[in-house]
């Protein structure tokens, strides 16, 4: 079957090549790209090369060359519309059916290609007759050259209401087309359609292939608003759409830069400065789709918005909306400009160097979200300290990426400290929870004599793991350590309630802790039982899950087991983490209590103090919990219930 050309492309946008081919072949990156030993031909040194940026891989031995379609075909003996259909069920895009409603879609998107390509011929036709004398010489005004107006194709459509219908009506192209592809306007009066463009400046817009689908228009005189833009229509999304990026993009790979500005002048201006690399959203927010096209030309687009007030909200915007998408080697950074200078007139007044100062200074996304959340905010009062906690916490937590979103808690932590001057209460910061060692806005406070996290007991290997001959008793800890970690492992739906406060404890050795890690990950997969022993398997962890998953251990707490519920798991689990920690800061308060007599300076008698005073805290609730629980078990059944 015929695939249509936007969803061909859609799919080699959502399925990464290195990813793809990774499975198969050992890659390793190298700047921009990656290598590997060609899987085509035998050979001993890589010659294969994958370039996500550019979407091919190419084999210098052998001469191989393709895309993700043409690699699953090779390797997996695909015909073409069977790769399509293989690779589209991996990124979730339905693949388009042959129907007869859809091939007439199809055609009819083909036919208003040309009606757009039609439209742009005039338009740059009309730029240079007499009708489009003051808009060329406005756009020489701004300092543009012909060859960057016939790069980029401008043009000027004509005051007449009428023009455009009627020449391309010459060319058989219907009113409807002409509606379908943002031409026309028509009035809710019933009267005939008119030019949507009239006396403005016209700027085409390309899809990535560089096929004019949409347009964009600034006034020449006080007609507002002063920019307007194409409706969406079976050609354009706005929202999936950068005006240039087909220009830029080839650049942006080679560079690893990419620009974004506000305007198409600024992103004009950029590149006939020879900064071509620059791009620009269309009049909306910058997208969850634009980000992705930018990503994947650029680890770390520039946001080069203008300093006014627009301009800072529409930063804090793609701040916050680049945020929860950020990953290892995707970033945005943010170029600041000085007040009333927009890059065009930046360049115009001082030069390239210049505007090439600013986008060198960029600053990164991790202090431009800070600056949002600290900005103006009153810090005087242990109350609005805990809620600027929260509000950094709330927003850390939105981060997809477990391994950034850790980075960026202890970064915020570290600079929270330093703003409270509290460095001596450093830690991870974690949701709350009923109690975990916790501090104040919910960050768990690691003590003050080993800087451990509450939780970590020293010395203790866990059987099954490692030399026999090396292994040390399992006292009382170890032992709830292999009861915990067992409930876990077969009741793993106990995991989103404690995931977070069991990777507050830090294990007592670093294979244990890589174990606690891969449980904490695994939350995300939605993961059974079966599942979950099976992903700590293949990550390394048979041995150690053989010391865990014994019947020694059911015996001690038989709902850790795959015959206990949830509800015993969770029951089970909470009382080996209230007791990790008490333990665990029993050993603090001796640290602390030696170091006390040592040097009884007022600082060190009161980090003694607060650490009883929080062990207190947590006998109490202890305490409270059992005497619920007794008078639970007292009560009995109630007379009559089923």
Not at 60 to 74: E, K, L, P, Q
Request: charged share 25%; hydrophobic share 45%; glycine share 8%.
């Amino acid at each position: 079957m015929a695939f249509p050309p936007s969803f061909l492309d859609e799919l080699r946008q959502r399925v990464s090549l290195s990813g793809l081919i990774g499975r198969r072949v050992r890659l390793t990156k190298r700047g921009r790209e990656h290598s590997g030993l060609c899987p085509f031909h035998n050979e001993k040194s890589p010659s294969f090369t994958v370039s996500d940026e550019k979407g091919f891989f190419h084999c210098f031995g052998c001469g191989a060359h393709g895309d993700a379609i043409g690699f699953a075909m090779r390797v997996e003996n695909l015909s073409f519309p069977e790769a399509v259909e293989r690779l589209a069920a991996e990124a979730g895009i339905e693949v388009p059916r042959a129907s007869p409603e859809e091939a007439q879609r199809y055609k009819a998107q083909a036919s208003l290609r040309d009606v757009t390509e039609a439209a742009c011929a005039w338009f740059e036709s009309r730029l240079r007759a007499p009708e489009g004398r003051a808009a060329l010489d406005y756009l020489r005004r701004r300092g543009l050259s012909d060859a960057t107006i016939q790069r980029f194709r401008l043009g000027y459509a004509p005051e007449s209401s009428e023009a455009i219908r009627r020449v391309l009506a010459a060319k058989n192209v219907t009113d409807e087309q002409m509606l379908q592809a943002g031409l026309l306007k028509k009035p809710d009066d019933g009267r005939a359609p008119y030019s949507f463009f009239r006396d403005r400046v016209v700027f085409p817009i390309a899809d990535r292939s560089g096929r004019v689908v949409a347009f964009g228009a600034r006034t020449l005189g006080d007609a507002q608003p002063k920019y307007i833009n194409s409706p969406d229509t079976p050609l354009f999304d706005k929202g999936r759409t950068l005006y240039a990026f087909s220009l830029a993009r080839v650049a942006a790979s080679d560079k690893g830069e990419i620009v974004v500005c506000e305007g198409y002048m600024d992103v004009i201006a950029l590149h006939q400065a020879g900064i071509v690399t620059a791009v620009a959203p269309l009049g909306t927010a910058l997208t969850e789709s634009q980000l992705e096209m930018l990503w994947r030309a650029a680890e770390e687009p520039i946001l080069c918005f203008d300093a006014d007030a627009a301009g800072q909200r529409a930063a804090a915007r793609a701040a916050l909306r680049a945020l929860p998408l950020a990953g290892p080697g995707r970033s945005v950074r943010f170029a600041e400009l000085v007040a009333g200078k927009a890059p065009d007139a930046l360049i115009r007044e001082k030069g390239v160097l210049a505007m090439r100062q600013v986008l060198d200074k960029a600053v990164a996304l991790v202090d431009v979200v800070w600056r949002l959340e600290t900005a103006g905010r009153p810090i005087d009062t242990p109350e609005r300290r805990a809620a600027l906690r929260r509000s950094i916490e709330a927003r850390v937590a939105g981060v997809a990426d477990r391994q950034v979103q850790e980075a960026y808690r202890l970064e915020f932590r570290k600079r929270l400290d330093q703003l409270f001057g509290e460095g001596r209460f450093t830690a991870r910061a974690v949701p709350a929870r009923p109690w975990s060692g916790q501090g104040p806005g919910g960050f768990v406070r690691r003590n003050w004599a080993s800087g451990r996290p509450f939780g970590q007991v020293p010395g203790h290997m866990l059987p099954g793991y490692g030399d026999a001959s090396r292994r040390t008793p399992l006292d009382a800890a170890g032992q709830r350590w292999r009861i915990l970690l067992a409930a876990l492992v077969n009741h793993p739906e106990v995991l989103d309630e404690l995931g977070e406060r069991l990777t507050s404890l830090h294990a007592p050795n670093e294979a244990l802790d890589k174990l606690v890690q891969q449980l904490h990950i695994a939350r995300s997969f939605d993961l059974d039982s079966n599942g979950l022993r099976g992903h700590l398997q293949v990550e390394g962890f048979a041995d150690l899950l053989a010391g865990v998953l014994t019947d020694e251990v059911y015996a001690m707490a038989r709902g850790a087991g795959p015959a206990g519920t949830a509800a015993d798991a969770r029951a089970i689990c909470l009382d080996a983490l209230d007791h990790l920690e008490r333990e665990s800061i029993d050993i603090e308060i001796e640290a602390l209590q030696a170091r006390a007599e040592a040097d009884p300076s007022e600082q060190n008698l009161l980090q003694l103090i607060n650490a009883r005073r929080l062990r207190i805290e947590m006998a109490a609730r202890a305490a409270e919990a059992e005497d619920e629980g007794m008078r639970a078990a007292a009560a009995g059944p109630i007379p009559g219930a089923s």
